[in-house]
C-alpha cells in the first residue's frame, strides 16, 4: 500500500470525524467543557472496561504490551521532563510539555487507526495498549494538568476522582478470572463504551473550532509534538526489538508509540484549569502532522 492509500483508506475517516465536529460547533457554538466531561466520566471508563474484559489476548502477552507501553512512558517522562529543565520552563509550562510529550492518543485515533490497518488482531492489541496509557492519562497525566494550579496534594486527590483507572481495575479482574458480566451489564457497558471513541474525536473537532490557529509559544510547540511523533516510536523500535517483539504485535506496539499527543490531554487541561492554550496548540500540531508521519509509518510497517 503507498503512503497515498494509506492516508486515504486509514486516515481520513478518523480527520473526516474530526472535521465534522468542527463544522458543528462552529454551527451550533456548542459548550466543549460538557462533552469533555462525559468523555471522561462516563464513555471512556466503560470502553477501557469493556475492551480488557472481552480482549482475547494470552496474559504473557498483555504483560508483555502493557510493559513496553509504562517503559516507553517512562522514558518519555524523563526526555521531556530533562528538556524542560534544560530549556528553564516554568512550573505551569514544566507541567504542560511533560503532558503533551507524556499522554499519548492511543485510545480515540489508535484504536480505529489500528482496526483499520491490522483487523481484529490489531484491535485487541491496540486496547491493551490503551488499556496501559489510559491508567497512565488519569493518574500522572490528572497529577500534571492539576499540578500547575493547585498544590500537588489537591494534584494527587484528583487522581482518584477520574474513574477510568476503575474501569481499568474492573476490566482486568474479568479478563484474568474469565467472571462474565451478565448481559444486561454487558450490553450497558458496550453501548457506553462504543460512545467514547466518536466523542473524544468530535472534542477535538470542538477545540479545532475555537481556535485562532495562533500557536502558544510556538518553539515549545514544536519541540513537544516532534517528541511525540518521532521520539516516541524510535524509542519503542528500540524497545521492541531488545524484547523480540515481532509480527502484529511489533506493528501494534510502534503505531501506538508514534500516535500524537491525546486529547484527553486538552480535556484535562480544560478540566482541572491548566494551560489548555498551550496543550490544545501541541494536540492540534501534532495531529495534522501525525497524518504525514503515521502514513509513512504504516508504509514501512507493510500495511495492505
Do not use: W
Not at 456548542?30 to 480488557?52: A, K, N, Q
Amino acid at each position: 500500500m503507498t503512503i497515498v492509500s494509506v492516508a486515504v483508506n486509514v486516515l481520513s475517516p478518523i480527520f473526516n470525524t474530526v472535521a465534522l465536529g468542527a463544522l458543528l460547533s462552529r454551527r451550533f457554538q456548542l459548550e466543549t467543557r460538557t462533552l469533555s466531561t462525559v468523555t471522561i466520566y462516563l464513555f471512556s471508563p466503560f470502553l477501557v472496561l469493556g475492551g480488557l474484559a472481552e480482549a482475547q489476548i494470552e496474559g504473557g502477552e498483555i504483560a508483555l504490551i502493557m510493559g513496553l507501553a509504562l517503559l516507553m512512558t517512562a522514558i518519555m517522562a524523563a526526555l521531556s521532563l530533562g528538556t524542560a529543565r534544560l530549556l528553564h520552563f516554568d512550573r505551569r509550562l514544566e507541567s504542560a510539555f511533560i503532558l503533551t510529550a507524556v499522554l499519548i492518543n492511543a485510545g480515540n485515533y489508535g484504536l480505529p487507526l489500528n482496526e483499520f490497518a491490522y483487523g481484529q488482531a490489531g484491535l485487541q492489541r491496540a486496547i491493551i495498549f490503551f488499556a496501559t496509557t489510559s491508567l497512565v492519562s488519569n493518574t500522572l497525566g490528572v497529577f500534571l494538568a492539576s499540578r500547575g494550579n493547585h498544590s500537588s496534594r489537591q494534584a494527587l486527590t484528583n487522581v482518584f476522582k477520574v474513574p477510568l483507572l476503575y474501569g481499568l481495575i474492573a476490566g482486568l479482574f474479568l479478563n484474568i478470572t474469565g467472571v462474565q458480566m451478565p448481559l444486561p451489564v454487558a450490553r450497558t457497558v458496550d453501548l457506553l463504551g462504543q460512545a467514547a471513541v466518536p466523542c473524544m474525536l468530535v472534542v477535538l473537532g470542538f477545540r479545532l473550532s475555537e481556535s485562532s490557529f495562533r500557536i502558544a509559544r510556538p518553539r515549545a510547540v514544536l519541540l513537544a509534538a516532534g517528541m511525540r511523533l518521532i521520539a516516541g516510536p524510535l524509542i519503542m523500535l528500540v524497545l521492541a526489538t531488545l524484547a523480540g517483539v515481532t509480527g502484529v504485535t511489533r506493528q501494534v506496539v510502534l503505531t501506538q508509540a508514534a500516535m500524537p499527543t491525546a486529547i484527553i490531554a486538552a480535556a484535562l487541561a480544560i478540566q482541572f484549569d491548566a494551560d489548555a492554550e498551550f496543550v490544545t496548540s501541541v494536540v492540534v500540531v501534532a495531529t495534522l502532522a501525525s497524518a504525514l508521519t503515521l502514513a509513512v509509518l504504516l508504509t514501512l510497517l507493510g500495511v495492505r
